[in-house]
């Protein structure tokens, strides 16, 4: 169980400093990283060492799944919509969306249901099965969520994460 420590701080940080770690597997593995959207501030309150935790541990799934000379397409725009956890009145909020994207090896519907199962992997040597069921785990503590898509085996996927974006109220 992580302790949180609540600081506002831009969301784009802790990305950067991720893909900063990944720079040289990207490289040698001639993976090209897109951006956009990240002109705009993406304030956010939480702890930002997590959330580089959560973004690292879906940076490197997808870097796994890109193909060698492919692509990681990372998406930052703000969003008005209902929080996963507002069953009581539907209220769209301001929510800050992070996309990471690649074009690889995708998921089939299966394994797609079971992506943040904890120890469910479909890495043969190399994975726990616990990056993606911590990362949802991080960003549920933060009030977000973590959503998995893709159109089905070798068509790429994409994770969205979600979080409340800090709006400062001066009395």
């Given at each position: 169980i992580e302790e949180m420590d609540y600081d506002l701080f831009d969301l784009r940080d802790p990305v950067q400093d991720a893909l900063g770690k990944m720079a040289a597997r990207l490289k040698r593995r001639k993976v090209r990283v897109v951006k956009r959207g990240f002109d705009q501030a993406a304030p956010v309150l939480g702890?930002?060492?997590?959330?580089?935790?959560?973004?690292?541990?879906?940076?490197?799934?997808?870097?796994?799944?890109?193909?060698?000379?492919?692509?990681?397409?990372?998406?930052?725009?703000?969003?008005?919509?209902?929080?996963?956890?507002?069953?009581?009145?539907?209220?769209?909020?301001?929510?800050?969306?992070?996309?990471?994207?690649?074009?690889?090896?995708?998921?089939?519907?299966?394994t797609l249901r079971r992506a943040f199962d904890p120890f469910f992997t479909t890495k043969k040597a190399d994975g726990s099965g616990l990056g993606l069921s911590s990362a949802l785990r991080i960003l549920h503590k933060h009030s977000g969520t973590l959503e998995a898509e893709s159109a089905g085996a070798g068509l790429?996927?994409?994770?969205?994460?979600?979080?409340?974006?800090?709006?400062?109220?001066?009395?």
């Open positions: 702890d930002p060492s997590l959330l580089y935790e959560a973004v690292y541990e879906v940076l490197q799934n997808a870097e796994h799944a890109a193909k060698p000379g492919g692509r990681i397409e990372l998406s930052l725009r703000s969003v008005l919509k209902r929080p996963w956890w507002d069953a009581v009145d539907g209220t769209a909020r301001p929510q800050i969306e992070l996309s990471i994207a690649d074009d690889g090896s995708g998921m089939d519907p299966a790429g996927s994409r994770f969205t994460f979600s979080l409340p974006r800090f709006q400062r109220v001066d009395s």
